[in-house]
């Protein structure tokens, strides 16, 4: 893979981003191992904008780190100031699953009580309906049911 290249306007922009953020991965004395590796993958993944901390001295291998990083993640290399690295990589959408057997949810209903002279306002009362419940005709709420179906509509379908 190859790493994302960037505008230096973005880059830019990612850095100020990225100014309030806390170092998600460290990297300790073993390295770039493939847990690591694994880890910052899986940053990137629900972040996208990411500080990574190298706790190495030698600033050749943090700038070996980072292009490995970049390459092997196909992230953009946003800054590498002292022992932090700044990477970015754009999130990929989250796959949706639809359930069919998902019932309605709760909902907050308005129920107005009028005054019986009409020169009153009316009371607003709020009510929490559950997905089973329905509001009956004189404001108590009721278990919603099944709705009956003949047999021979049922053998149709």
């Not at 460290?26 to 990137?44: C, F, K, M, Q, S």
């Not at 990589?89 to 989250?94: A, G, S, T």
Request: proline share 5%.
């Amino acid at each position: 893979m190859t790493a994302i290249t960037l505008t230096s306007h973005q880059r830019k922009e990612k850095r100020a981003d990225a100014h309030h953020l806390d170092p998600v991965v460290l990297i300790g004395g073993d390295g770039l191992t493939p847990a690591v590796i694994r880890e910052i993958d899986a940053a990137l993944n629900a972040h996208g904008l990411i500080k990574v901390r190298v706790f190495s001295d030698e600033r050749a291998s943090r700038e070996t780190m980072l292009a490995t990083l970049t390459d092997q993640l196909n992230a953009a290399p946003i800054q590498h100031i002292g022992k932090l690295l700044v990477l970015w990589r754009l999130i990929p959408p989250k796959e949706k699953e639809e359930r069919d057997d998902r019932m309605p949810g709760p909902k907050v209903v308005k129920l107005l009580k009028f005054s019986k002279s009409g020169n009153h306002r009316p009371q607003v009362k709020k009510i929490r309906v559950l997905g089973n419940e329905r509001i009956a005709a004189g404001g108590e709420i009721k278990r919603a049911r099944k709705r009956v179906t003949s047999v021979k509509r049922k053998a149709v379908d």
